[in-house]
């Protein structure tokens, strides 16, 4: 139990009369990077959010860290919330506050006890390893672009050292070349921090550049999770379409290479015995 | 997380200090760990993290930092906690994570530079976009076919019909206010029957419209302000204008020609109930029966001051109504700038409402309507 960070049991979330989930089930195992996808209102986004409490299901379990995340009020749990990191699709900065600042908001909500010495230190080396330049630490997210902002929400999720990385779509709107290089980003802080990683994406180059399992939803439900190349070899008549498609042709063919080169860890061992 | 991160120094018989850092060095179990540390006045030569059991990047960048002021080596480091101090060790610790700021008396003409220039462009802006609308308005003339009559209609329904109601229940207390601070007042020189006077002139001249156009402002205004501002944003109005319709034409005009139409109406009606409650009130307290309350203020009201009324209220109408569009067609950006530029539309309204309407009081007294 204690290789899975998340367990998702019988989640079902309705809103009105329209099914979202039915029964859904999902695990999130330790150190692994795992992708979620799904056709546009198959309830990615609000999977994600049921898992870190923003909404709450009609019925099921949630265990974050092996604790019971349902009915958990927001000034419950701090413990799991400590432990997690949040990147909204369009950053969620507080646009009030500049990048260094919005970094710093959950050190002094956590810690009062730092030394404002510290928080500033910290609030530097995490802009740093987000991949920002220095001079975005005083700037105010509207002067900030589509790509930076994602960082800078990456730097504000990273700020209390998380285990565990939400993160909304975090390609979406991004060029191509910004694309990469925030995947190459994802891959490398969970190499270097040992990060477990709940990525949500359509993006079918980052699904093969970083994920260790993909978790395909539809009907309500996971249809079918693991690798990529068991994907591949399922019949569902959605999922041949989603990676055989046109798009999923060339992205395939474009990540060929960096396959056979993934790095041999526990980590794999792990996913594919749990695939 | 039990148990916290500590250090303990040791002098080394052959000279130099070791500092030996135990257990999780992990933000959770920090403390005040770089407090002390930070305050440690000694050289350390060596630090020895062969004690620690955990680290994540906030006990790396404390040890980095201490061994980088110290000029101390760092020994007994795993690999993991080796890539997490080069990892943050990267970082340019010399970046500003603020912009000084100028001083205060800089920041206060700086303040009232912009303030004055933001006016000035307002207001000329404003003249153009005036202008704008009055050229769009022509143009619709010369074009009959392209007047949006469904959104005037709909615009009437919601600058006029749906604001009866609160603009009736303020007009009819005001128009009590009146005559119950009235009769206060003249009951003292024994002149009650004046109360009359007072509210069929200041209700009809003055109050009636001026209020009317003060909650048409706060209502219609800013909702003007408001969906114009967020249809900016969703790019509604640049779709518009690649299709080739006139944001002016399509949204403006109609929206000012309902507020033109409209307040005239709304004044009239406003008037109406500020005077029904005003004779209620003299028939409860005054014992004025309505009867004589009409004949009273047939024979005290002059015309004109109905008439007055009615020449202010189309003027109010379009005043408002283009502040409104205006200040929404000005939103650039982001949401947050439809809520400001809401409340900029009220404010200028309200404000060209007052300013027009003293030069209105001085130019009708003027002209002998008094």
Same mark, same amino acid.
């Given at each position: 139990m204690a290789d899975t960070i998340i367990s998702v049991r019988g989640l079902t979330n309705c809103f009105g009369d329209q099914m979202i989930h039915e029964n859904l089930d999902l695990d999130v195992k330790r150190g692994e990077i795992l992708g979620v996808v799904g056709g546009s209102g198959t309830g990615k986004?609000?999977?994600?959010?049921?898992?870190?409490?923003? +909404?709450?299901p009609q019925a099921g379990e949630i265990r974050v860290f092996d604790e019971g995340m349902i009915g958990k009020e927001e000034d419950e749990a701090t413990d799991v919330r400590r432990r997690w990191g949040v990147l909204f699709q369009g950053g969620a900065l507080f646009s009030t506050l500049t990048v260094a600042e919005n970094v710093q908001v959950p050190l002094r909500e956590f810690y009062p006890e730092f030394s404002r010495e510290m928080i500033d230190e910290i609030a530097r080396y995490k802009i740093h390893l987000s991949g920002l330049p220095a001079d975005a630490a005083y700037k105010y997210p509207s002067e900030l672009s589509g790509g930076m902002k994602k960082r800078a929400g990456l730097a504000r999720a990273l700020a209390m050292d998380p285990e565990l990385l939400f993160l909304d779509e975090p390609t979406a709107g991004l060029d191509p070349i910004g694309a990469a290089n925030f995947d190459n980003l994802t891959r490398e802080l &969970?190499?270097?921090?040992?990060?477990?990683? =709940?990525? @949500?994406?359509?993006?079918?180059?980052?699904?093969?550049?970083?994920?260790?399992?993909? !978790?395909?939803?539809?009907?309500?439900?996971?249809?079918?999770?693991?690798?990529?190349?068991?994907?591949? !070899? /399922?019949?569902?008549?959605?999922?041949?379409?989603? =990676?055989?498609?046109?798009? #999923?042709?060339?992205?395939? %063919?474009?990540?060929?290479?960096?396959?056979?080169? !993934?790095?041999?860890?526990?980590?794999?061992?792990?996913?594919?015995?749990?695939? | 997380m039990a148990k916290a991160a500590e250090f303990i120094e040791e002098k080394l018989p052959e000279g130099g200090t070791v500092l030996r850092v135990s257990g999780p060095m992990v933000i959770a179990s920090i403390n005040d760990l770089d407090t002390r540390l930070r305050s440690f006045s000694e050289t350390i030569n060596e630090i020895d993290l062969s004690a620690v059991t955990r680290m994540d990047t906030v006990g790396a960048w404390i040890i980095h930092r201490t061994a980088k002021d110290h000029d101390a080596r760092i020994s007994g480091a795993t690999d993991h906690a080796k890539r997490l101090i080069d990892a943050v060790g990267e970082t340019d610790e010399d970046a500003p994570l603020r912009i000084s700021r100028p001083s205060s008396l800089v920041r206060f003409l700086t303040e009232v530079g912009d303030g004055i220039i933001v006016a000035g462009s307002t207001l000329l802006n404003f003249l153009g976009f005036v202008g704008q609308v009055v050229k769009a308005a022509f143009m619709l003339m010369l074009n009959p076919k392209r007047f949006r009559i469904h959104a005037v209609v709909q615009h009437?329904? *919601? $600058?006029?019909?749906?604001?009866?109601?609160?603009?009736?229940?303020?007009? =009819?207390?005001? #128009?009590?206010? @009146?005559?119950? +601070?009235?009769?206060? +007042?003249?009951?003292?020189?024994?002149?009650?029957?004046?109360?009359?006077?007072? @509210?069929?002139?200041?209700?009809?001249?003055?109050?009636?419209?001026? *209020?009317?156009?003060? *909650? $048409?402002?706060?209502?219609?205004?800013?909702?003007?302000?408001? +969906?114009?501002?967020? *249809? &900016?944003?969703?790019?509604?109005?640049? !779709?518009?204008? /690649?299709?080739?319709?006139?944001?002016?034409?399509?949204?403006?005009?109609? %929206?000012?020609?309902?507020?033109?139409?409209?307040?005239?109406l709304l004044g009239m009606y406003a008037s109406l109930l500020s005077l029904i409650g005003g004779g209620l009130l003299c028939w409860i307290v005054l014992d004025i029966p309505p009867t004589t309350f009409i004949q009273r203020l047939r024979e005290v009201t002059p015309l004109t001051d109905l008439y007055i009324g009615l020449i202010k209220a189309p003027v109010f109408g379009a005043i408002i109504a283009m502040a409104g569009c205006f200040q929404g067609m000005q939103v650039e950006g982001n949401s947050e700038q439809v809520g400001l530029k809401t409340t900029a539309a009220v404010v200028q309204a309200i404000f060209l409402v007052i300013v027009l309407d003293a030069i209105f009081a001085v130019f009708f007294s003027n002209i002998g309507w008094d």
């Open positions: 986004s609000v999977l994600m959010r049921s898992i870190i409490g923003l +909404q709450i &969970k190499e270097t921090l040992g990060l477990t990683v =709940f990525l @949500i994406t359509h993006d079918l180059d980052t699904l093969y550049a970083i994920c260790d399992r993909v !978790a395909v939803l539809a009907d309500g439900k996971v249809i079918a999770v693991g690798p990529i190349d068991d994907l591949l !070899a /399922t019949d569902h008549p959605w999922i041949k379409e989603y =990676f055989s498609g046109p798009r #999923g042709r060339t992205a395939k %063919r474009g990540h060929a290479k960096p396959k056979n080169e !993934a790095p041999k860890s526990g980590v794999d061992k792990q996913m594919i015995a749990g695939a | 009437f329904d *919601m $600058v006029g019909v749906r604001a009866l109601g609160i603009v009736g229940l303020m007009s =009819f207390l005001i #128009g009590v206010v @009146i005559a119950q +601070q009235g009769a206060v +007042q003249l009951r003292q020189f024994g002149a009650e029957v004046f109360t009359v006077n007072l @509210i069929g002139r200041l209700t009809l001249r003055e109050l009636g419209i001026l *209020m009317t156009a003060i *909650m $048409v402002a706060g209502r219609s205004g800013s909702a003007f302000a408001a +969906q114009i501002g967020t *249809m &900016k944003i969703t790019e509604e109005i640049d !779709a518009m204008r /690649t299709i080739g319709v006139v944001p002016v034409e399509a949204l403006v005009v109609p %929206r000012v020609l309902a507020a033109i139409i409209m307040m005239p």
